[in-house]
């Protein structure tokens, strides 16, 4: 595949074009777009006459000592979303004359950090929007922060005795917690908890669904997912707490397909089956009320609306219609009454109010410039000098003599290789004969049209002639989905944008690991391997955004290296215009995640204060210098673990 683009000239380059270029204009046209400048801005309540331009911005923080990397949270963003998915599903209701209500409820695994979660459940209450916890830390999260006596709390994950006495005790004081069974030994749990306490917790059943889904999370769904329960264990659950007096308390039914739903086929097909179990658990005397329809509500990453991992063939509005229209339906059917509608919508909350931005360190690519001859030169030099000149006098049209002249080029390095193996050529010869070739690769690649039908070697080396750019991140800490499952994220300069990209690139991280780099991208509904960049100018920076992440890859992030967290800052327009900085958490220093693996700072500031004062007394180390190093040490055990930005 041919990575470059059919644009315009330089001089008629618009920032139209690079909306093009970079799918904004698909993925970003609800909260990001470009101004005049060139630069990205950020509408944080999708209103464009209320922006903040992303670079100007960064630069503010930059002379606040916030320096890059950087995760800017837009908290407003994170209302507009939750506002959005309500008057998707209160639209719904209204459209089909639903006469149950919504109340979505947010899953907190998918970004758990505290400004976040308290900021959700703040701008929920108006439509007592409530939480899930999924483990007994999540519990106590959840607990502790929803106050509101009419928002649910949906109790999912493995539960131990101790996980469902807290649920039931904590209804007592106000919460309304709902057990969702999702084992078959959870059922004796719990009645052996409430026949103790002498009071019990509402309960939900997770239903196993026989629908298909597909994706990454398929497994989500069927025989054999991790959570719920058969058609046979549900009703051998609903005969145990029948018997032992719990059956009333049974108000909800949950399942779940499965992360980033990508076509909406498999959600109706799932409605319909989960709606005939909803309906036969009322008529086996449970009362119900409430129907979980769970997550996987989709973000449309690449704005191609299409049914593949990086995308949605459908909308927030769509989702909600068919979760509305399938469940009346099948309730009408039956007579019964319709039930409250729950979502737990995280990914399509969370997603797009975070943003990553990072500096550019450097650049590197395989040298492909001619070298000058240096007097008589050894075979393989000259014959790839030949082969080079040979290239110019071609054209597009003769791709046969392109694909034979590239043959002979590799055949030619292959020999000069062979040669300084032994010993006939020095390492000057050798280096002249791989500059040669990357040459020829170069001249080779501009012969090439984008509509040709190109050999696979030779579409292969815009690839090879690509330039690294060197990112002030850690892939494995700040965007692990891209390394664990291949996730695709917007990426792109947040400014520059008035200018053509001349460079096609990849990113590689700071750790010490092949596995961390960003060489897949969005292009609209497809994958490319490299990215339209710019060269970058000395003593400048140049800033790349990584958008739509603030789902899971927070909390999934790890400490490979000893990368830490970076700066995080929330941001929240102010109200006579510009902006305020609502939360400030400074990210990891080195002394920090050095603690994390048990190394205490003050010990390893110890063992090298002994190691400098021994070699002062050997006399190899200056008290003086001996002291700069002490000093070096102290202050980066307080500094960030990521490069520091010249001033």
């Given at each position: 595949?041919d990575h470059t683009?059919?644009t315009t000239?330089?001089?008629?380059?618009?920032v139209?074009d690079?909306?093009?270029?970079?799918?904004?204009d698909?993925?970003g046209?609800e909260y990001?777009?470009?101004?005049?400048k060139?630069n990205?801005?950020?509408?944080?309540?999708?209103?464009?006459e209320?922006?903040?331009?992303?670079?100007l911005?960064m630069?503010?923080?930059?002379s606040r000592?916030?320096?890059?990397?950087?995760?800017?949270?837009?908290?407003?963003?994170?209302e507009?979303r939750l506002?959005?998915l309500?008057?998707?599903?209160?639209?719904?209701i209204?459209?089909?004359?639903?006469?149950?209500?919504?109340?979505?409820?947010?899953?907190?695994?998918?970004?758990?950090?505290?400004?976040?979660?308290?900021?959700?459940?703040?701008?929920?209450?108006?439509w007592?929007?409530?939480l899930?916890?999924?483990?007994?830390?999540?519990?106590l999260?959840?607990?502790?922060?929803?106050?509101?006596?009419?928002?649910?709390?949906?109790?999912?994950?493995y539960k131990?005795?101790r996980?469902?006495?807290?649920?039931?005790?904590a209804?007592?004081?106000?919460?309304?917690p709902?057990?969702?069974?999702?084992?078959?030994?959870?059922?004796?749990?719990?009645?052996?908890?409430?026949?103790?306490l002498?009071s019990a917790?509402?309960?939900?059943?997770?239903?196993?669904?026989?629908?298909?889904?597909?994706?990454?999370?398929?497994?989500?769904?069927?025989?054999?997912?991790k959570?719920?329960?058969s058609?046979?264990?549900?009703?051998?659950?609903?005969?145990?707490?029948?018997?032992?007096?719990l059956?009333?308390?049974?108000?909800?039914?949950?399942?779940?397909?499965?992360?980033?739903?990508?076509?909406i086929?498999?959600?109706?097909n799932?409605l319909?089956?989960?709606g005939?179990?909803?309906?036969?658990?009322?008529?086996l005397?449970?009362?119900?009320?409430?129907?979980?329809?769970?997550?996987?509500?989709?973000?449309?990453?690449?704005?191609?609306?299409t049914?593949?991992?990086?995308?949605?063939?459908?909308?927030?509005?769509?989702?909600?219609?068919?979760?509305?229209?399938?469940?009346?339906?099948?309730?009408?059917?039956?007579?019964?009454?319709?039930?409250?509608?729950?979502?737990?919508?995280?990914?399509?909350i969370?997603?797009h109010?975070?943003?990553?931005?990072?500096?550019?360190?450097?650049t590197?690519?395989?040298?492909r410039?001619?070298p000058?001859?240096?007097?008589?030169?050894?075979?393989?030099?000259?014959?790839?000098?030949e082969?080079?000149l040979?290239?110019?006098q071609?054209?597009?049209?003769?791709?046969?003599?392109?694909?034979?002249?590239?043959n002979d080029a590799l055949?030619?390095?292959?020999?000069?290789?062979?040669?300084?193996r032994?010993?006939?050529?020095?390492l000057?010869?050798?280096?002249?004969?791989?500059?040669?070739?990357?040459?020829c690769?170069?001249?080779?690649?501009?012969?090439?049209?984008?509509?040709?039908?190109?050999?696979?070697?030779?579409?292969a080396?815009?690839?090879?002639?690509?330039?690294t750019?060197?990112?002030?991140?850690?892939i494995?800490?700040?965007?692990?989905?891209?390394?664990?499952?291949?996730?695709?994220?917007?990426i792109?300069?947040?400014?520059?944008?008035?200018?053509?990209?001349n460079k096609?690139?990849?990113?590689?991280?700071?750790?010490?690991?092949?596995?961390?780099?960003?060489?897949?991208?969005?292009?609209?509904g497809?994958?490319?391997?490299l990215?339209e960049?710019?060269s970058?100018n000395?003593?400048?920076?140049?800033?790349?955004?990584?958008f739509?992440g603030?789902?899971?890859?927070?909390?999934?992030?790890?400490?490979?290296?000893?990368?830490?967290?970076?700066?995080?800052?929330?941001?929240?327009l102010?109200?006579?215009?510009?902006y305020?900085?609502d939360?400030?958490?400074?990210?990891n220093?080195?002394?920090?995640?050095l603690?994390?693996?048990?190394?205490?700072s003050?010990?390893?500031?110890?063992?090298?204060?002994?190691?400098?004062?021994?070699?002062?007394?050997?006399?190899?180390?200056?008290?003086?210098?001996?002291?700069?190093?002490?000093?070096?040490?102290?202050t980066s055990?307080?500094?960030?673990?990521?490069?520091?930005?010249?001033?």
């Open positions: 595949m683009k059919q000239n330089n001089d008629n380059w618009t139209k690079s909306e093009l270029l970079y799918g904004l698909r993925w046209k990001f777009s470009i101004n005049e060139g990205i801005t950020v509408s944080p309540k999708g209103k464009k209320e922006s903040l331009d992303l670079m911005l630069k503010e923080l930059k000592n916030l320096k890059s990397p950087l995760l800017l949270r837009f908290d407003d963003i994170l507009d506002e959005k309500n008057q998707a599903f209160d639209s719904a209204s459209h089909y004359n639903y006469k149950g209500i919504y109340k979505g409820v947010y899953p907190i695994k998918c970004n758990q950090q505290r400004h976040v979660v308290e900021e959700i459940v703040a701008c929920g209450r108006k007592h929007f409530g899930e916890a999924g483990s007994k830390a999540e519990l999260i959840a607990l502790s922060l929803l106050n509101d006596p009419e928002a649910l709390l949906i109790c999912n994950g131990d005795k996980y469902i006495e807290t649920a039931i005790l209804r007592q004081i106000g919460r309304q709902i057990v969702v069974i999702e084992q078959s030994e959870e059922v004796d749990r719990i009645i052996q908890a409430c026949k103790e002498g917790p509402l309960i939900g059943i997770r239903a196993k669904l026989s629908s298909q889904s597909n994706g990454r999370w398929g497994n989500s769904i069927g025989d054999k997912s959570f719920g329960l058609i046979p264990e549900i009703l051998k659950a609903v005969e145990k707490l029948n018997n032992a007096g059956l009333q308390e049974l108000i909800l039914l949950h399942f779940h397909l499965g992360s980033q739903i990508n076509n086929a498999i959600l109706k799932a319909q089956e989960a005939q179990i909803y309906i036969e658990l009322n008529r005397g449970a009362p119900m009320g409430h129907l979980d329809v769970g997550g996987g509500l989709g973000i449309d990453y690449d704005g191609s609306q049914a593949t991992s990086a995308s949605t063939n459908y909308s927030l509005q769509n989702y909600a219609n068919d979760v509305v229209a399938t469940i009346q339906e099948c309730c009408q059917a039956n007579h019964i009454n319709v039930p409250t509608l729950i979502s737990e919508s995280g990914r399509a969370t997603s109010f975070s943003l990553l931005i990072f500096n550019i360190l450097g590197s690519s395989v040298l410039d001619v000058p001859a240096k007097g008589k030169e050894c075979l393989s030099v000259q014959n790839l000098r082969t080079l040979s290239l110019s071609y054209s597009e049209n003769d791709l046969s003599k392109l694909q034979e002249a590239w055949k030619f390095k292959e020999d000069a290789l062979a040669a300084f032994l010993g006939y050529i020095d000057v010869e050798r280096a002249m004969a791989e500059q040669l070739t990357w040459a690769a170069q001249a080779l690649t501009t012969k090439l049209s984008k509509d040709q039908l190109i050999p696979k070697e030779l579409r080396l815009k690839t090879a002639l690509a330039e750019y060197y990112a002030n991140i850690s494995f800490r700040s965007a692990p989905d891209t390394w664990a499952i291949e996730q695709l994220f917007p792109m300069p947040i400014h520059r944008l008035q200018e053509k990209p096609l690139g990849d990113f590689a991280d700071l750790t010490c690991d092949s596995d961390g780099k960003l060489s897949k991208f969005i292009d609209n497809k994958v490319k391997s990215l960049l710019h970058i000395t003593g400048e920076d140049y800033w790349i955004g990584m739509l603030g789902a899971y890859q927070e909390v999934l992030g790890n400490l490979h290296n000893l990368f830490g967290t970076t700066n995080s800052i929330h941001i929240r102010a109200e006579n215009g510009g305020k900085l939360h400030v958490i400074r990210g220093s080195k002394a920090e995640v603690r994390a693996m048990e190394h205490e003050e010990q390893v500031l110890e063992r090298l204060r002994i190691a400098s004062e021994s070699a002062i007394q050997k006399g190899t180390l200056k008290i003086n210098d001996a002291q700069r190093f002490i000093d070096h040490i102290e055990l307080r500094q960030s673990t990521y490069l520091q930005e010249k001033n």
